[in-house]
Nanobody, 124 residues
Framework: EVQLVQSGGGLVQAGGSLRLSCTAS????????IGWFRQAPGKEREGVSC????????YYADSVKGRFTISSDNAKNTVYLEMKSLKPEDTAVYFCSALCPSSYLGTYYPYNYWGQGTQVTVSS
């Protein structure tokens, strides 16, 4: 059974930093990507970033480019999302998933597995 377990998040002031982690287990193969999505109250889910396990290819939404960094420790089956210069509009529940945002043009097959979600709140 595939599982994605998230950690990190919390409350931070604007301009601060947070790191999210997503640890995968149960995959019987290595050819997948891990993406990060977020959903704020009353808004649609937004694809934030993703990274391919096979080649380390990355994707960032324009809204987070230059502020967020995604990385992967394949030995630990863990993907990290380092978030810096956080803004109040980054406030949302963040989810990791075994698929990338639709704007990503890579070739990883989208597997519909999701983490449990974690709250990120940025105060002004």
């Amino acid at each position: 059974e595939v599982q994605l377990v998230q950690s990190g998040g919390g409350l931070v002031q604007a301009g601060g930093s947070l790191r999210l982690s997503c640890t995968a287990s149960g995959f019987e193969f290595d050819d997948y990507a891990i993406g990060w999505f977020r959903q704020a109250p009353g808004k649609e889910r937004e694809g934030v970033s993703c990274i391919g396990r096979r080649d380390g290819d990355t994707y960032y939404a324009d809204s987070v480019k230059g502020r967020f960094t995604i990385s992967s420790d394949n030995a630990k089956n863990t993907v990290y999302l380092e978030m810096k210069s956080l803004k109040p509009e980054d406030t949302a529940v963040y989810f990791c998933s075994a698929l990338c945002p639709s704007s990503y043009l890579g070739t990883y097959y989208p597997y519909n597995y999701w983490g449990q979600g974690t709250q990120v709140t940025v105060s002004s």
